[in-house]
């Protein structure tokens, strides 16, 4: 495993959390967890940062913490709304690799019983099947790595995550002897 970051994207309920932290231990990585950093700078949580001070706030913040992430060999949970901010993404993208959790509408439905607590970046009339339907392109756009993880346990979609990554590296250090040899 090289020394960059991996970050993980995708819907509330995805597992970016909760699979972060495990595949971390697996690769003898660092964790860190956005939404935390967040709560930490802010001093509440998250569903009190949009209640008092409103979603547009609330982004901004969270693209600032983004912008001054500065690790390596870290696994990094993001927030499902990360996707919002072009410039936050961008500077992920320049961290490491983007990995997609990739989880149906109907199992994250099923995970999610505090989604008026949970803090999500939603619009007024907004539904979660809605949200789902305005990011699941965002996040397909921008990943580096797409892991399916239907039916999987968290330790299996970790073990997943770092196959996959491991085989991209494999394949890129291919293209690139490749291309020196055609040179
Ligand atoms: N593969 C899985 N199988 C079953 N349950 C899971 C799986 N991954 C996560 N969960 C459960 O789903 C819930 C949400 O997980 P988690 O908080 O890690 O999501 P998240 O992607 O970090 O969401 P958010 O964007 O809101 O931070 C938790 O209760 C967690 O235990
Ligand atoms: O998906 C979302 O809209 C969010 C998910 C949380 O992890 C937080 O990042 C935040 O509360 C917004
Ligand atoms: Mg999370």
């Known amino acids: ?92 993208k320049r961290c490491g690799r983007l990995v997609y959790l990739q989880v149906g509408l109907a199992e994250l439905q099923s995970r999610i019983s505090d989604m008026g607590e949970r803090g999500l970046v939603m619009g007024a009339g907004q539904s979660f099947s809605d949200l789902y339907a305005e990011r699941t392109p965002l996040y397909a756009e921008h990943a580096d790595v797409f892991v399916d993880c239907t039916g999987l346990n968290t330790e299996q979609v970790a073990a997943r995550i770092e196959k996959q990554v491991l085989v991209g590296q494999i394949d890129r250090w291919v293209d690139m002897m490749t291309e020196k040899k055609n040179d």
């Open 1 to 92: 495993m090289s020394s960059e970051n991996l970050i993980l994207i995708g819907m509330p309920g995805a597992g970016k959390s909760t699979v972060g932290v495990i595949l971390a231990k697996r690769l003898g990585y660092h964790f860190i967890d956005t939404d935390l950093l967040i709560q930490a700078q802010e001093g509440c949580r998250l569903q009190d940062i949009i209640d008092r001070q409103g979603l547009e706030r609330f982004r901004q913040i969270e693209e600032q913490v983004l912008l001054g992430l500065e690790t390596q060999r870290t696994v990094i949970a993001t927030g499902g709304s990360v996707i919002y901010s072009r410039p936050g993404i961008e500077a992920i």
